[in-house]
DNA sequence: TCTTGAGTTCAAGTATACTTGAAGTGTTAC
DNA sequence: GTAACACTTCAAGTATACTTGAACTCAAGA
């Protein structure tokens, strides 16, 4: 069984080893074992959690939400229609963020081109863009 | 010309007034003017302002950046380099963002798809899914 | 007139998510 | 064998972005 170090995790993930010791501390990462110099061993257990919780997190869903999720996942049938409930309202949020992104970056793409048509005119001395007919 | 209360921007934006007093506050809304009762009054120049605020705040441009941007914007020409650099890096940083939310929405949407086979197993007393078979 | 509601300033407090420091142990490189 | 490095625990500190509380002013309605 393929195991990993807390710097094998860290540098995976992106992340300092002090956040994957702060996740276990929380609840969000369980079961980390320890080799006989207590040293952090993690296992694909906790690669598949680590990708369901930087999954979460990009997607803006706070820790706590994250910790209730895995809360509810340790007794799939008991909680069941929670768990449901939980993913299924964080893929519209999830959703509707992405669609409001979507046009945020037409507004930063317009600013990128007025701005552009700012200095086009500086160096040319002509005249200023208007933002309306760029 | 048209102008609007603490309320209303509040209403507009759907943010707390005490977080537009804040934006004032850090210099994030200047030009607040104030009736003979020391109200605010905000004119079109601060809804150009929110939106450009909201909308960099949504891509997660922090506000020390937001801050940035504002004070660069108030000289262009002297700082029309800076300017661009800013939104140009924004615009990639806003795309990488948008691209890694995607995948994580495909992500989030499997183990939607997981958990409802898992739901419609229990009531059918049937065998459970797999994570890769779905 | 009195109360309700909206606004004001200023300082202090809060929530979220880590991050850092101190003091120590064990393993590898020369 | 000793220095450098990686790791440990535990408590305390930090960064970001607001939010709240106290004490007050002003205008409108019953």
Redesign the pocket.
């Given at each position: 069984m393929k195991t990993y170090?807390?710097?094998e995790m860290s540098e995976l993930y992106h992340?300092?080893?002090?956040?994957l010791?702060?996740y276990e501390e929380i609840g969000l990462l369980v079961n980390v074992g320890r080799t006989?110099?207590?040293?952090?061993i993690y296992t694909d257990e906790h690669i598949v959690r680590m990708d369901g919780i930087t999954c979460f997190?990009n997607t803006g869903l706070?820790?706590?939400q994250i910790q209730e999720f895995y809360r509810y996942e340790c007794d799939i049938p008991a909680n069941i229609d929670a768990i449901i409930a939980l993913v299924e309202k964080h893929e519209a949020d999830t959703v509707r963020q992405i669609e409001k992104m979507q046009s945020d970056l037409l507004h930063i793409r317009h600013k990128v081109r007025f701005y552009q048509g700012i200095k086009k005119a500086i160096d040319n001395q002509t005249q200023w863009p208007d933002w309306n007919e760029i």
């Open positions: 170090t807390i710097k992340i300092p080893a002090s956040t010791r702060y006989a110099n207590h040293q952090r997190k706070p820790i706590a």
